[in-house]
């Protein structure tokens, strides 16, 4: 069940050439053998971005690309962390002096924000130092979680060196809030589907409490993944963080200790002011505004359905950038305490905010997802074509009010639209990173064959990266997987440098 704990397993390193590998590389590095071994999935998000640190449902499913670690509890009280890719150098810190470096988060650090974690919910005094072996191949900056994986994993292996116990459930809230010491404001999609996923089946993931529904997908199509060669770390760039910003921008004003009198949230004092919407009524009786982080919560404290609060937004946001003076104005606040109580330390130096794009992003792209995830449950004769439609109105959506394409992106949605996917749309974060498709599956070979020539041939710089995966023998260039039920979940030029960050 997805309330239990991960799983402990017996495994017969004969029979797994990667982690016997590994466990040799291990006895050269450390001159011991691993203790146990722990592991956490990448994942493809299908549909729902960008919504989850907003409080509500996406609907990802795992991949078989992974992070492994290889681990043995050490007799001191440092933790010594080595990667099986030369691209990313050795690290060793005390456990009792975890330091985490926002500025230019490197590979390890996403470690220790895993073992921070748990660290942090145990209260442990004396936790017990650790050697560490990882390898990694989820592609790094793709949009297939390979950070959240790592922090995973990190998390799973302080919790076993420790002797400790947690369900998936709490593992999955820890690693969400430790990964937030690195600087990224994430939602908890990454940790939630790492821990919970289950074979054969999508999720859709609620928040609030955190539950893992099972989501059919129809047969008939394969989902791929294609690698639009773009990285994009957002821990190491604001992009990420300013969306997060505008949306609570949109939802709340966060009440400063030093101004206890400053008005409600952004959306209902412009509601107020315009008098415009009926539901404001509400706010006479007695709900505390104030306690509101999430477009979710306006949603709920309202009692509205998502279709009446795009509406709601088209009537109390305008389209225009709201200036930092303007939303202090609507807040209440100075510009002084904007920047040091709201603003995060990556976007101190923005100065305009799109609030009515981003909200009617997320309340549209929250009816998608629970659309999609209908479709599924029922199973109609044109549910592929439904699903397609969905996606592509996603990836528009992505793209022109959330802005969180790129020209990549959009061209390798438009290539696999061309050569037969019924939808097309980025999956993860944005601003580079993957695509994902869901093509019928009778085509799946001639789109493969069609996709490779126009986006990955026709570039010199990814022939090239494709040239040299294929001659230093690394197998990850193209990868399916048949555990999804009986649909194909395909892998197109995924890693460039092999390993992970």
């Not at 069940?1 to 397993?9: I, K, T, V």
């Not at 009792?96 to 974690?117: A, E, R, V």
């Not at 993944?225 to 990285?231: D, L, P, T, Y």
């Given at each position: 069940?997805?309330?239990?704990?991960p799983?402990?397993l017996?495994?017969q390193?004969?029979?797994?050439p990667?982690?016997q590998?590994?466990k040799?590389?291990?006895?050269?590095?450390?001159?011991s053998?691993?203790?146990?071994?722990?592991?956490?999935?990448g994942?493809v998000?299908?549909?729902?971005?960008?919504i989850d640190?907003c409080?509500?449902?996406?609907l990802?499913?795992?991949?078989?690309?992974d992070?492994l670690i290889?681990?043995?509890?050490?007799?001191?009280?440092v933790?010594?962390?080595?990667?099986t890719?030369s691209?990313y150098?050795?690290?060793?810190?005390?456990?009792?002096n975890?330091?985490?470096?926002?500025?230019?988060?490197?590979?390890?650090?996403?470690?220790?924000?895993?073992l921070?974690?748990?660290?942090?919910h145990?209260?442990?005094?004396n936790?017990t130092?650790?050697n560490?072996?990882?390898?990694?191949?989820?592609?790094p900056?793709?949009?297939?979680?390979?950070s959240?994986?790592l922090?995973c994993?990190?998390?799973?292996?302080?919790?076993?060196?420790?002797?400790?116990?947690?369900?998936?459930v709490?593992?999955a809230?820890?690693c969400?809030k430790?990964?937030r010491?690195?600087?990224?404001?994430?939602?908890?999609?990454?940790?939630a589907?790492?821990?919970?996923?289950?074979?054969?089946t999508?999720?859709l993931?609620?928040?609030?409490?955190?539950?893992?529904?099972?989501?059919r997908?129809p047969?008939?199509?394969a989902?791929?993944?294609?690698?639009?060669?773009?990285?994009?770390?957002?821990a190491?760039?604001s992009?990420?963080?300013?969306?997060?910003?505008?949306?609570?921008?949109?939802t709340?004003n966060?009440?400063?200790?030093?101004?206890?009198?400053?008005?409600?949230?952004?959306?209902l004092?412009?509601?107020e002011?315009q008098?415009?919407?009926?539901?404001?009524?509400?706010?006479s009786?007695?709900l505390d505004?104030?306690?509101?982080?999430?477009?979710?919560?306006?949603?709920t404290?309202?009692?509205v359905?998502l279709?009446?609060?795009?509406?709601?937004?088209?009537?109390v946001?305008?389209?225009e950038?709201?200036?930092?003076e303007?939303?202090c104005?609507c807040?209440?606040?100075?510009?002084?305490?904007?920047?040091?109580?709201i603003?995060?330390?990556?976007i101190?130096?923005?100065?305009?905010?799109?609030?009515?794009?981003?909200?009617?992003?997320?309340?549209?792209?929250?009816?998608?997802?629970?659309?999609?995830?209908?479709?599924?449950?029922?199973?109609?004769?044109n549910?592929l074509?439904?699903?397609?439609?969905l996606?592509?109105?996603?990836?528009i959506?992505?793209?022109?009010?959330?802005?969180?394409?790129c020209?990549?992106?959009?061209r390798?949605?438009?290539?696999?639209?061309?050569?037969?996917?019924?939808g097309?749309?980025?999956t993860?974060a944005g601003?580079?990173?993957?695509?994902?498709?869901?093509?019928?599956?009778?085509?799946?070979?001639?789109?493969?064959k069609?996709?490779?020539?126009?986006?990955?041939?026709?570039?010199?710089q990814r022939?090239?990266?494709r040239?040299?995966?294929?001659n230093?023998?690394?197998k990850?260039?193209?990868?399916?997987s048949?555990s999804?039920?009986?649909?194909r979940?395909v892998?197109i030029i995924?890693d460039?440098?092999?390993?992970r960050?």
């Amino acid at each position: 069940m997805a309330g239990d704990g991960p799983a402990a397993l017996p495994v017969q390193l004969v029979e797994q050439p990667r982690m016997q590998k590994l466990k040799e590389m291990f006895i050269s590095k450390y001159g011991s053998a691993p203790k146990f071994y722990a592991r956490a999935p990448g994942r493809v998000n299908l549909i729902g971005e960008h919504i989850d640190y907003c409080g509500y449902a996406v609907l990802p499913m795992a991949i078989e690309q992974d992070i492994l670690i290889a681990a043995e509890p050490a007799q001191t009280q440092v933790v010594q962390l080595a990667n099986t890719s030369s691209s990313y150098l050795d690290f060793s810190t005390s456990v009792n002096n975890i330091q985490i470096n926002k500025t230019k988060p490197q590979w390890h650090s996403y470690f220790l924000c895993g073992l921070k974690g748990i660290q942090e919910h145990f209260g442990l005094n004396n936790p017990t130092g650790m050697n560490c072996l990882l390898d990694g191949t989820v592609p790094p900056s793709s949009g297939l979680s390979s950070s959240s994986a790592l922090v995973c994993c990190a998390g799973l292996v302080t919790l076993r060196a420790n002797g400790k116990t947690l369900s998936k459930v709490e593992l999955a809230e820890i690693c969400t809030k430790s990964e937030r010491y690195i600087g990224t404001e994430g939602g908890g999609m990454d940790q939630a589907i790492s821990f919970l996923a289950e074979e054969g089946t999508a999720k859709l993931i609620e928040f609030n409490p955190l539950k893992a529904t099972d989501v059919r997908l129809p047969s008939g199509a394969a989902f791929v993944i294609a690698n639009s060669c773009v990285e994009m770390n957002k821990a190491a760039t604001s992009h990420f963080n300013i969306r997060v910003m505008e949306c609570r921008l949109a939802t709340k004003n966060q009440t400063p200790p030093s101004a206890p009198s400053a008005g409600p949230e952004l959306l209902l004092r412009l509601m107020e002011v315009q008098g415009s919407c009926p539901y404001i009524e509400d706010y006479s009786k007695g709900l505390d505004w104030k306690k509101m982080l999430k477009l979710h919560d306006v949603q709920t404290e309202l009692g509205v359905s998502l279709e009446e609060m795009l509406t709601i937004v088209e009537e109390v946001l305008h389209p225009e950038p709201y200036s930092r003076e303007e939303i202090c104005k609507c807040l209440g606040i100075s510009l002084e305490e904007l920047c040091s109580q709201i603003l995060s330390q990556n976007i101190q130096d923005v100065s305009t905010f799109k609030l009515y794009q981003r909200a009617k992003h997320v309340y549209s792209e929250a009816a998608r997802v629970l659309e999609f995830q209908k479709i599924c449950s029922k199973a109609p004769a044109n549910a592929l074509q439904l699903l397609g439609e969905l996606m592509n109105q996603s990836h528009i959506s992505c793209r022109e009010m959330y802005e969180c394409s790129c020209p990549e992106l959009d061209r390798l949605v438009d290539i696999c639209l061309q050569f037969g996917a019924i939808g097309s749309r980025l999956t993860g974060a944005g601003w580079g990173g993957c695509t994902v498709s869901m093509v019928p599956t009778d085509k799946l070979s001639t789109f493969l064959k069609d996709v490779k020539k126009a986006y990955y041939q026709t570039d010199g710089q990814r022939l090239e990266t494709r040239q040299n995966t294929t001659n230093t023998g690394n197998k990850r260039q193209i990868l399916s997987s048949v555990s999804h039920d009986l649909k194909r979940l395909v892998l197109i030029i995924p890693d460039i440098h092999g390993g992970r960050q």
